[in-house]
């Protein structure tokens, strides 16, 4: 599809900055108190870990039906606003349900079409950054700034209006949702027609299975944090409002360093930039098991500007230069399925058996141990070793 002008303008730039903001206020909503809102239900450890694990499975599946659809059809936008309206209807029969069963098809039917915009507005904004020389982290920090607006508003709102509140914040911002998909331009595919190829035959390549090994355990040692850390601060008697700040300082730390994610990778390279983040995972993993005392979870909520901010610029930089025009939503599908689907939904299905078997402060440990295997894996397979100057200038990668 022909590029569209009108994306690289303040008015086509912000209305990116505003689907980041709002896509990501409704993860405010769902990550942080999801949990909660099951656990106010009456549901066992298990059945929580399941439906928290549920967004995540049937991200495995749905990018890799979006992607390609939208890399056949040229029309990512189109296709985003599909899924974007299909979350919308499938989020509202959850109203009235209480039971494990009754939930969980409807939970995969509202993951199914709620994973499908995101990679493929990621993949026109990376088109941009390459043609126009835009910032991605300036426009991906407004997805902070909403996660942060809405994990810290909801808070004492919940508190105050009881936990089923939840279901009318998520709705609101689903709409919200649906209508920036649909006021977003279509860029197009920068350099669609010079990079072809086989995707399989991109995907054989060891660095880039690699990569993706990579980002899966990176975000399954997250499945603890995003599953159960809202629960385990309320065991140790924190309060929503103070839950929502500990969630809303984590994000504030992401903020500040979205904004110079590009010049940070520029200047040390995707390699370094993800290792870093792998390190800094499991040192924060660790801290938030060893211990309740606020300091030191103030400390390792700074962390998330490492463990998501620096991790996901670097892996999304590193997926675009991977991925060439043709292959692009597909690529991006596959780092959102593998990573964010399959890794986090293995993390969360994990951290629910492992919560009522050993405990919250051990499986936190467990977390610490996959992010340090993520680099173990990363070292083994050469990921990043063929783009030294941060991933910025196409070179072949090693096979």
């Known amino acids: 599809m022909a590029a569209d002008p009108a994306a690289a303008t303040p008015t086509g730039l912000s209305r990116f900055g505003g689907f980041y903001f709002v896509y990501f206020a409704t993860l405010g909503g769902i990550m942080p108190y999801w949990g909660l809102y099951l656990q106010s239900l009456g549901l066992a450890a298990v059945e929580i870990g399941v439906l928290v694990a549920a967004i995540q499975v049937t991200k495995i599946f749905a990018p890799n039906v979006w ?66 020389r835009t910032h991605y982290g300036r426009l991906r920090l407004w997805g902070s700034v909403g996660f942060i607006a809405t994990a810290v508003g909801l808070g004492p709102l ?61 975000q399954a040692s997250h499945g603890a944090y995003y599953g159960f850390f809202s629960i385990l601060l309320a065991a140790h008697g924190y309060s929503g409002l103070a839950i929502g700040l500990l969630w809303g300082l984590g994000v504030a730390a992401e903020v500040a360093v979205f904004v110079y994610t590009d010049q940070l990778v520029n200047r040390f390279g995707v390699r370094s930039m993800l290792a870093g983040s792998l390190v800094l995972a499991a040192l924060r993993w660790w801290t938030i098991g060893a211990t309740d005392w606020l300091g030191w979870l103030l400390l390792a909520q700074t962390l998330h500007a490492a463990t998501f901010a620096t991790f996901h610029a670097a892996a999304a930089r590193h997926t675009h230069d991977l991925f060439p025009g043709a292959q692009r939503s597909s690529g991006f599908a596959l780092y959102s399925s593998l990573a964010f689907g399959f890794g986090g939904g293995v993390g969360s299905l994990l951290s629910g058996v492992l919560w009522e078997r050993i405990g919250g402060p051990a499986t936190f440990w467990v977390a610490a141990g996959m992010a340090l295997a993520g680099l173990a894996v990363m070292r083994a397979t050469g990921v990043a070793t063929g783009f030294p100057d941060g991933g910025g200038q196409r070179t072949q990668a090693r096979a």
Do not use: C
């Open 67 to 132: 992607g390609p659809l939208a890399d056949r059809s040229g029309r990512r936008m189109a296709v985003a606003r599909v899924t974007a309206l299909g979350a919308l209807l499938a989020f509202l029969p959850l109203y009235g349900l209480t039971s494990f069963w009754a939930m969980l098809p409807v939970v995969a039917a509202f993951a199914f079409f709620q994973a499908g915009p995101l990679p493929l507005v990621e993949g026109a904004v990376w088109d941009l950054v390459q043609r126009y």
């Open 158 to 218: 919940l508190d105050r209006l009881g936990m089923a509140r939840l279901l009318d914040a998520l709705v609101a911002l689903l709409a919200a949702v649906l209508l920036f998909a649909w006021l977003v331009p279509e860029p197009g595919h920068a350099h669609a027609s010079r990079h072809g190829g086989s995707l399989l035959g991109t995907l054989r390549r060891r660095p880039v299975w690699g990569f993706f090994a990579t980002t899966f355990l990176m």
